[in-house]
């Protein structure tokens, strides 16, 4: 099966502190999606990235399409508490998922 | 929010017995698909449909099988459960060529 790697598995960090976390491959892909999972219910779709190189922000969340296309970061900068919850990578053109970095944010 | 309902939200059954699972989607979407969430494995693929009467295996498909009659209902069914099979189930939809899924609430199942 398909080799994808998500990184860190959880973090807890304070409020206010930014956060980073990736997904690597050893295969390319031509799409990465990012999804957030509150807890007690379904992904939400955060940000599609469908270029290689590609940089994409949506307020403080910022996602880029690595150039290799075998990889993919998440960044969220000035962390809440309502950012608690899972990250999922997906390179959806094999309709597979990273395994999910947690996070939690301490007040 | 994409209109997508799963049904039922929870429920608890026994070892040998067959349960369904229903998605229920108001977006007319052509691609339906079936999760099965376990911690440590994140989100694994087991079915998913491509229209109607079309469908495909994933990842996990041992021991499901699906069914889509309609646009709108895609079925999981566990013919015998097992207590392999305990776990959160999502069911996602998608639409035209994009790969951006919408996921409905989950359904817990507890097989004892």
């Known amino acids: 099966g398909q080799q994808l790697n998500q990184s860190p598995q959880s973090m807890f960090i304070q409020e206010g502190e930014d956060v980073s976390m990736n997904c690597t491959s050893s295969s390319i892909f031509n799409t990465w999606l990012w999804y957030k999972q509150d807890p007690g219910e379904g992904p939400v779709l955060l940000i599609a990235l469908y270029k290689a190189g590609e940089l994409t922000s949506n307020g403080r969340l910022t996602a880029q399409f690595g150039i290799t296309r075998k990889d993919s970061f998440l960044n969220i900068s000035a962390s809440i508490p309502s950012d608690v919850g899972i990250y999922f990578c997906a390179p959806n053109s094999k309709l597979i998922f990273g395994q999910g970095t947690t996070l939690q944010v301490k007040p | 929010d994409a209109g997508i309902t799963q049904s039922p939200r929870h429920k608890v059954t026994e070892t040998g017995t067959p349960v369904t699972l229903r998605c229920h989607q108001t977006?007319?979407?052509?691609?339906m698909y079936w999760y099965r969430q376990d911690p440590g494995h994140g989100l694994r693929l087991i079915h998913y449909s491509y229209g109607v009467k079309d469908t495909d295996k994933g990842e996990v498909s041992d021991g499901y099988s699906v069914s889509r009659s309609k646009t709108e209902d895609f079925l999981l069914t566990l013919e015998s459960a097992t207590s392999s099979q305990t776990s959160v189930y999502f069911c996602?939809?998608?639409?035209?060529?994009?790969?951006?899924?919408?996921f409905g609430p989950g359904t817990r199942l507890t097989v004892t």
């Open positions: 977006e007319n979407h052509r691609y």
């Open positions: 996602a939809i998608s639409g035209g060529y994009s790969y951006e899924q919408y």
